[in-house]
């Protein structure tokens, strides 16, 4: 009996941590496969800003996972909100703000459309939100008349991407505070244990009086707009707006949200592991690049990385 | 499907289950009205809609993913869902053209092949979720990411051609019947049969209904996944190689988005995504229907970034519209791990 609660906790202590020390093999591997690459700080500060659109966009599905559901649709507000936020700019530096403000929002105004179809259709997150990419793809391509619009304002590629320090690039820090502010509301406030309730088991939380159809609208609401973050983070990386900017970006989200530990049936999950599992991704492309593997390969890596991380953390989780 | 506990208690399940055939015999019956509907308005709205050309091509059209959404009602309807099929009737498609290379002799053999493909890929599916008891949506979203990396590793561009026989059943008549439609008409026969008259059907619909349930009255629930999703896998495969005929070439991207109409048209017509109920009647009438969907956007002269948003909201409109009552909503028991072997 004691060895047996011993091995859950350890089970449970292994599943908690095991992302980190993924993260940590990893790099110690990519050091000794290509130590001028990844021993070499400012490389580190690119694979960060690399990653800084994907881990911003997953940090706001962590949410959505965390309550049960899932949100496919973040490719695509990604892709408008680039290509919106670079029209609004249109090559002024005095535009810089309302662009932002207006792009959140818009990005946020999203989320609140998926918010409503998924608490008229609780448990279908899956469908729903592939379907709503659909259609934001179609109104995308309908606004950019389906190629590249828009221009960045002067000063606003400059501002995320230079380094402080010479390491740093502002946009990799954006990422890191993000996820820290994230991480404290999920940990410290009554809405994030609300959405760790509701994911454990949405019917208690509904007969405990807990305001379930708020916090679902509110979880969707938060992915939308850090979807939005996710396409302003693109622009700033690139500069670019086409129509499929964010294309396929939903796929690394919900992969590197699986590598952290966030389970599917939701109640379990944290945005350090969001982050650090958005890292692994991203150390592996790079691996795969340097060493000089076919670029399609990486789509092969993150379906079995996809796989065998939920495969993992189901014979961690079970007998629990 | 249980075994009775108490008299009141079976008169009670049956009652249920007759209302759920009543609202599944209703939902297909609506879909055919539906269907019968649009066409009808379309015939009057639409010029060029009602020539027997048109209706033979939006035939012709529609059975490839026909083939994939009855492979599709079955996993569904198992509690389980194959996001996979898309990618995988891509990879058939490129295969396909590119080892037969046009030579009719090659066609066969080459069939064959991609249908074994197709096996393994849907046992391989079921051993993860039979052994491992992944998430059948998180796992076959990594097999769609694996399947598209295999096809453009392989090749990015167009390759091969596909054999004439293979065009010819992909895009003729016969005795002025489009032959895919009749092959589409066929395999929806055998499905109906096998999902409503053989008991792998109806232990099938008690593994989706309720896996555990399903499990302690005797269902071998693990060989019940393994063959829908080797059929979902089949259809797929089936559904490549009539998309190879009707392309003529092996091109890289022809499978991207049938996963999302296969589901919708399997939902549409009336198969639960909470697993348990399916009808193959159905999910044929909601392929038609989005075929007449699309043929009308089509002779519109509407704009391929509507048509996108259109079909976005079809879906959305779908799911909500078809949604299960709260009393229904059983998140994660369909997919409960399985102990029998």
Known sequence: MASRLATQALRELVSRWAILGALALLYLAAAILSPDAFLEPAYVGNVLRQAAPVAIAAIGTTLVMILGGVDLSIGAIISLSAVFCAVQMGGDAANVGPALAATLLLAAGLGAVNGMLNIASPGSSFILTLGSALAFYGLTQLYSGGTARGIVAPGFREFFNQRLGDVLPVLALAMLLIAAAMELVLRTTRFGRQIYLIGSNREAARL???PVGGVTFACYVISGLFAGLGGIAVLARSGVSSTFTGRGFEFDALAAIVLGGTVFSGGRGTIVGTVAGTLVLFIAFNLVNILGFNYNLQLVLKGAIIILASAAYAWLGRER | MAAPAAPGRHGAALAAHRRHAALRAARSAGIWGLLVLGTMLAAVLVPGFATATNLGNVVTQSAALGLVALGQTFVIAAGLIDLSVGQLLGLTVVLTCALSDGRGELLLPVALGVLALGAVVGSLHAWLVNKLAIEPLILTFGSLSILQGAIFSYTDRSVGRAPEALRWIANERLLG??????????????A??????????????ATGDDGESARRAGVPVARIRWGAFVLSAL???AGGLLVAGRLGTGYPNAGQGFELDAIVAAVLGGTSLAGGRASIVGTIGAVLLLGVIANVLNLLEVSAFVQTLAKGAIVVAAIIATRAPRSQVRPGAAHAPVADA
């Not at chain 2, 489009?178 to 066929?186: E, I, M, T």
């Not at chain 2, 999902?195 to 232990?203: A, E, I, M």
């Open chain 2, 235 to 237: 259809g797929a495969v």
């Open chain 2, 192 to 205: 109906h049969l096998l999902l409503r008259r053989t008991r792998f059907g109806l232990r099938l619909l």
């Open chain 1, 208 to 210: 405990a009086g807990l």
């Open chain 2, 177 to 190: 019947w489009p032959v895919a439609g009749a092959l589409l008409v066929l395999t929806a026969l055998g």
